[in-house]
């Protein structure tokens, strides 16, 4: 069993930066890769970024590739996501999840299916 929490989220003008955080009680945190994901309004949960169990392997969206940065901290069982260069259209409820299984991380970490637990989301709006 695992919990997550997710906080960070807020309004914030195009071109800022904000930093999202997933804090994680229950299964050892080290144990599995996490992710994070978004959800607009009337659309599809998105991949963002997925990170591995050591944060030595990380995959991006095409969306925010260069712009977003996905860490953790195993100490604090705690994983990140740095947003900078913010545009509206990263407005969306943003999402983090613990994948347990990985048989090819840079593919499997993409699909929302396979990931085992969810946060309750947190929104940031992005305006213009």
């Known amino acids: 069993q695992v919990q997550l929490v997710e906080s960070g989220g807020g309004l914030v003008q195009a071109g800022d930066s904000l930093r999202v955080s997933c804090a994680a009680s229950g299964r050892t945190f080290s144990s599995y890769a996490m992710g994070w994901f978004r959800q607009a309004p009337g659309k599809e949960r998105d991949f963002v970024a997925s990170i591995s169990w050591s944060g030595g392997s990380k995959v991006y969206g095409d969306s925010v590739k260069g712009r977003f940065t996905i860490s953790r901290d195993n100490a604090k069982n705690t994983v990140y996501l740095q947003m900078n260069s913010l545009k509206p259209e990263d407005t969306a409820v943003y999402y983090c999840?613990?994948?347990?299984?990985?048989?090819?991380?840079?593919?499997?970490?993409?699909?929302?299916?396979?990931?085992?637990?969810w946060g309750q989301g947190t929104q940031v709006t992005v305006s213009s």
């Open positions: 999840a613990a994948l347990f299984h990985v048989l090819d991380f840079l593919s499997d970490s993409r699909r929302a299916n396979l990931y085992n637990y």
